[in-house]
């Protein structure tokens, strides 16, 4: 007996059962077929097309599920986002194909990865009945194997990884550009903006290269609270900037290199009110913890009143500028 039936392969294909399609008991079969194949190849003295690499580049970018396709003359050819992996029958020495999507792709020393442990994996094929044009999701034990070859301090599975940029001086001053793949651009207007950020992040950087630098910050997890729950929780106050400047309580976890950001922010609501109702009298209250222009304070306030009263020394940015 296989691993799916009908029943337990429709139940991880939700997307697929739609009008006019239905598993058949021709998937089962070549679900089945295909998780044997895969689970009975693996082994544990070498890595395999359609084991998983948690791979870790020179430049310290972690990728989690980095894909193997094939290997050959003793390098996997690994894709570090693979998107889909469908398989095939084939007569091939494993007896299926590996066809994926995504990227980037590169090649890898099997001599490079050290085995870590096994866990199950997503695979898919088109659908044996007559509506084809859907995939069939299933899963299949692999082993996942470690190649790390970082050149940095540290890695994206520890840190956020951001590039700052210079890019001019104005009238209006010095304007900064700080660039993350995952969350996105944000320009600072002043070098006091960009150490503040800097400590309120914890922040290092690596090196410098031509007008950029390499930064690594802590990873910041948020935590939405009551107002009740806010006072109540006993963290460094603080100021960020989320629809605006407002109010905010700060945990440094350095162990994981995490800040926590705790807000006043949407709260479940005891009394049994009409949503518009409940949402106006939350947003009456949220303001309280918003930042008026009359109180001229800033972003990462706490860092700013250190660096202003010496308290911690400024990063050495010049190498920026040249």
Not at 176 to 197: C, H, I, M, P
Not at 301 to 310: M, V
Request: glycine share 6%.
């Amino acid at each position: 007996m296989g691993k799916y039936t009908i029943e337990t392969l429709a139940e991880i294909n939700a997307e697929y059962l739609m009008e006019n399609y239905k598993i058949l008991q021709t998937d089962i079969n070549m679900v089945n077929e295909y998780v044997d194949m895969i689970e009975r190849t693996r082994s544990t003295r070498e890595p395999r097309p359609g084991d998983t690499i948690c791979y870790t580049a020179p430049n310290g970018e972690y990728y989690p599920q980095a894909h193997i396709e094939h290997i050959a003359d003793g390098k996997a050819y690994v894709c570090e986002q693979a998107g889909v992996h469908i398989s095939r029958n084939d007569q091939n020495i494993w007896g299926y194909h590996l066809a994926s999507s995504g990227g980037s792709w590169l090649y890898l020393p099997v001599s490079e990865l050290r085995y870590l442990r096994q866990e199950e994996k997503r695979f898919w094929d088109f659908g044996k009945g007559m509506y084809r044009m859907k995939g069939i999701n299933f899963y299949a034990t692999v082993n996942v194997w470690e190649c790390d070859i970082n050149q940095e301090p540290f890695s994206t599975r520890t840190h956020d990884k951001y590039y700052l940029y210079y890019l001019k001086c104005n009238r209006r001053g010095k304007q900064f550009l700080l660039s993350n793949r995952y969350l996105g651009d944000r320009r600072l207007k002043s070098e006091l903006e960009v150490q503040a950020w800097l400590r309120t992040y914890r922040a290092v950087i690596s090196h410098f290269n031509e007008n950029k630098a390499v930064v690594w910050a802590y990873k910041e997890k948020f935590h939405f609270l009551s107002p009740e729950g806010y006072e109540k929780l006993l963290a460094e106050k603080d100021i960020m900037r989320m629809n605006g400047l407002r109010y905010c309580k700060r945990i440094y976890d350095s162990k994981n290199s995490t800040l926590h950001t705790y807000y006043v922010w949407y709260w479940n609501d005891s009394e049994k009110r009409d949503f518009a109702v409940t949402s106006g009298i939350q947003n009456e209250i949220r303001k309280k913890y918003e930042i008026n222009e009359s109180e001229k304070l800033g972003e990462n306030q706490r860092a700013i009143e250190e660096l202003r009263s010496h308290k911690i020394e400024y990063v050495d940015l010049r190498p920026l500028y040249l």
